[in-house]
């Protein structure tokens, strides 16, 4: 099998951990490849090259190497640009990452999500807000081919703001009689909101929340996320 070289490739790390005494595995996004395992050889050696590079959130150029599943990381680059992230910004980095490591194929390439996590990350930096998370995970679910109904219910009529519906994964969304007749009612006007990027109406931004939280979970065969997990307990008194 030919061993196979990339270079340059924007990226960034979304996980790593110790491999052997002195190495690591790195989980990462890499623009034109999407995710991928790399081998860093001797990166937490005390003289290193990739020691301290290998930052989560950090915009690098990666060259790496290989044949096999886990390829190994021949230059790394640090790009710069992205302030370190810290308190709420950086546990909101995490959820990001957690999403893409559950549901990212590897070596699946999705361009515009790279660049849509590398704005969220910038975004971040300045005080993260609600309205960021429901924007990338809505273009996360758009990116792996779960894209949201939000023009028209499932009988092809136009949503009505006035009205309410039920989100349904196969159907998408059902108009109902009244808001009580579904535990997970959104109103039109939500899913139109949703579907501009407008959550300047608290309602809206709520409801979005919610809507964006049932899918995921479905998505993710029920599997709860470990930063929502951490992020409830540090919210208990």
Known sequence: MQRHRVDGQPAFVLHAYPFRETSLI??????????????????????????????????????WAGKGEIKTIMKAEWQGGQPLLSGRALFCGYYLNELLLDLLPREDAHARLFSVYAETLRRFADGPKESDLRRFERAFLQELGYGLTLQHDDEGQPIDPARYYAYEIERGPVRLQAAGDSALAVSGKTLIDLDAGDFSDPRSLLEAKQLMRTLIAHYTGGKGLETRKIFLELQEP
Do not use: W
Request: glycine share 8%; charged share 25%; net charge positive.
């Open 26 to 63: 790195v989980e990462a996004f890499a623009r034109d490849v999407g995710r991928i395992a790399l081998l860093a050889r001797g990166a937490r050696r005390p003289r290193s090259a990739l020691r301290g590079l290998l930052m989560a959130f950090q915009p690098l150029e990666l060259s």
